[in-house]
């Protein structure tokens, strides 16, 4: 759990959902992203304008990257030889080698780029917040490929198990953009509440949008996209992730200090976790 205001991460003991360790990283850390080997996490600090590199196994801090104004968010090559930074106030993308950690390359991309979301085929899903579009890179020459328009105030990002689909909150307009991986066309809209951050895949068949501006998740079917239900969490819930193998899904509050770990079948929360203060991101392997 990524703590902006303490410029920590807060890791969690997933099966207890105990606190176990505090790792220092830049300043006012935005988002996370877990190597495909599980060995290493990228951290983007904003105001430090760099990432930090913190080793898994002893959760000790080993690198820091000076990279463009504004990271945000971040991930990993599916080999794990790249990492990709979106950096916000910069409107670029840094390509990263992670052999070395040295800088690539930056790409422009629309203006505001925030959430950053590989692929499993490799290609880079960014959302940029103040062009209000959502911009398709490819994942071994930094290329954009394709820009999609989702207005206003694209946010988070979300691909559904199978890869056909990826999910793109908007902040803004209060809409959630279905995106179609094999055309980069947008497969349909829905609206569910209002002020969403972010949004994660509940099995095949449904998802969660956070409900910023009213302090709730909403579950949704997949097929009809209706509402099937609410779960009040903390105050300003952000960024959300599933615990592979279970229905529990962990969420970012980011008003409340706090993050809820909610079960999704029985759509209740089951547990809420002092964190840092200010939490966005989330980060769970």
């Given amino acids: 759990?990524?703590?902006?205001?303490?410029?920590?991460?807060?890791?969690?003991?997933?099966?207890?959902?105990?606190?176990?360790?505090?790792?220092?990283?830049?300043?006012?850390?935005?988002?996370?992203?877990?190597?495909?080997?599980?060995?290493?996490?990228?951290?983007?600090?904003?105001?430090?304008?760099?990432?930090?590199?913190v080793d898994v196994e002893t959760l000790e801090p080993i690198r820091r990257v000076e990279l463009q104004d504004g990271p945000a968010g971040c991930g990993f090559s599916p080999d794990g030889s790249r990492a990709f930074?979106?950096?916000?106030?910069?409107?670029?993308?840094?390509?990263?080698?992670?052999?070395?950690?040295?800088?690539?390359?930056?790409?422009?991309?629309?203006?505001?780029?925030?959430?950053?979301?590989?692929?499993?085929?490799?290609?880079?899903?960014?959302t940029n917040e103040e062009s209000h579009d959502t911009s398709i890179l490819d994942g071994t020459t930094g290329e954009r490929r394709a820009a999609v328009a989702t207005p206003d105030g694209p946010l988070g990002l979300a691909?559904?198990?199978?890869?056909?689909?990826v999910l793109v909150t908007c902040f803004?307009?209060?809409?959630v953009y279905a995106l179609e991986t094999s055309t980069w066309t947008i497969a349909w809209v829905t609206r569910v509440g209002t002020g969403h951050v972010g949004a994660c895949f509940?099995?095949?068949?449904?998802?969660?949008?956070?409900?910023?501006?009213?302090?709730?998740?909403?579950?949704?079917?997949?097929?009809?996209?209706e509402e099937l239900g609410r779960v009040r969490v903390g105050q300003n819930p952000a960024t959300l992730r599933p615990v592979p193998g279970t229905s529990l899904v962990y969420v970012a509050n980011r008003g409340g200090d706090s993050a809820s770990v909610v079960d999704a079948d029985a759509m209740?929360?089951?547990?809420?976790?002092?964190?840092?203060?200010s939490p966005l991101g989330v980060c769970v392997g």
Avoid: K
């Fill in 1 to 53: 759990m990524v703590g902006g205001g303490t410029d920590d991460v807060t890791v969690i003991d997933t099966s207890t959902h105990e606190v176990v360790a505090r790792v220092p990283v830049g300043d006012e850390p935005m988002l996370a992203a877990l190597s495909p080997d599980g060995r290493r996490l990228l951290v983007t600090n904003r105001d430090s304008q760099d990432v930090s590199v």
């Fill in 159 to 165: 691909a559904s198990p199978d890869g056909r689909l």
């Fill in 85 to 126: 930074v979106a950096n916000e106030y910069a409107h670029t993308v840094s390509v990263l080698d992670t052999a070395s950690w040295e800088v690539i390359r930056h790409v422009d991309v629309g203006h505001g780029p925030c959430d950053l979301l590989v692929l499993p085929g490799g290609d880079v899903v960014v």
């Fill in 202 to 225: 509940v099995g095949g068949d449904r998802f969660l949008v956070s409900n910023s501006h009213e302090d709730h998740l909403s579950l949704v079917d997949l097929g009809t996209r």
């Fill in 172 to 175: 803004v307009s209060n809409h």
């Fill in 268 to 277: 209740r929360v089951v547990q809420t976790v002092s964190v840092g203060s």
